[in-house]
């Protein structure tokens, strides 16, 4: 870890936008390296050194680090209910990882977060989901849950996974995540309880004609449960 540290003492961040669309920069490299050296000096584990990120008003965030666990430098997406790593920046050394994200930071990051329907796949666009009249199912808000990932935005994650949707309680890391997995063709739910993940198969449907009397017989209820926990 003290050679990535000593490594990261001589990035140059000036090239980073202060904004990308609606995600704001903060770069915590430097403070993150002065705290990396003391708790490393006090022969304490270290398994992140944070680079830089960008984040939204949602809280969601792109963020650049070095992560111990694989040895690898990469790029994490962080949201109230979820992360993944983007695979496509994970890099083993510094100086390639760097010039990845100078090439292709704001590029990923705004086809993954702001212009999502850019990463639609064929099979996506194909089930219709897209053009789904999902409102009068996938209501705005429910009880204390608040609607901030639907169809038409939604995230393409890692094994053929989209977020169609994502209900999450402010200020807690509670909710419910809708996925469709294009290799398993299928729909299906997991529930957030305080970060703690369940399995839910109330959603569980193969088309969009049989996942919306789903959602009219079970999404209110299944929210309504979680919140009087």
Same mark, same amino acid.
């Given at each position: 870890m003290k050679t990535v540290v000593e490594a990261c003492k001589q990035l140059d961040y000036s090239w980073l936008p202060e904004t990308i669309g609606a995600f704001s920069l903060v770069v915590?490299?430097?403070?993150?390296?002065?705290?990396?050296?003391?708790?490393?000096?006090?022969?304490?584990?270290?398994?992140?050194?944070?680079?830089?990120? &960008?984040?939204?008003?949602?809280?969601?965030?792109?963020?650049?680090?070095?992560?111990?666990?694989?040895?690898? &430098?990469?790029?994490?997406?962080?949201?109230?209910?979820?992360?993944?790593?983007?695979?496509?920046?994970?890099?083993?050394?510094?100086?390639?990882?760097?010039? #990845?994200?100078?090439?292709?930071?704001?590029?990923?990051?705004?086809?993954?977060?702001?212009?999502?329907?850019?990463?639609?796949?064929?099979?996506?666009?194909?089930? #219709?989901i897209p053009n789904w009249d999902f409102e009068t199912l996938l209501p705005s808000r429910i009880e204390d849950f608040t609607l901030d990932i639907t169809p038409r935005n939604a995230v393409s994650m890692i094994n053929g996974s989209f977020i169609i949707a994502e209900y999450r309680k402010e200020d807690e890391c509670t909710g419910l995540l809708l996925f469709y997995n294009e290799f398993r063709d299928e729909f299906f739910a997991e529930l957030r309880y305080k970060q703690y993940p369940e399995i839910d198969h109330r959603l569980d449907a193969k088309t969009i004609e049989e996942l919306g009397p789903l959602l009219e017989a079970h999404l209110q209820p299944m929210l309504q449960e979680l919140n009087q926990r």
């Open positions: 915590t490299g430097p403070d993150a390296i002065k705290l990396v050296e003391e708790r490393l000096e006090k022969g304490e584990i270290v398994l992140q050194l944070p680079l830089f990120h &960008y984040e939204n008003e949602l809280g969601w965030k792109w963020c650049a680090l070095y992560d111990k666990e694989v040895e690898d &430098y990469t790029v994490h997406v962080v949201m109230p209910l979820f992360y993944f790593v983007d695979i496509s920046f994970v890099r083993a050394d510094i100086d390639s990882f760097w010039r #990845g994200l100078q090439e292709r930071a704001v590029q990923g990051l705004t086809k993954m977060l702001i212009n999502s329907s850019e990463s639609f796949s064929y099979t996506y666009r194909k089930k #219709g």
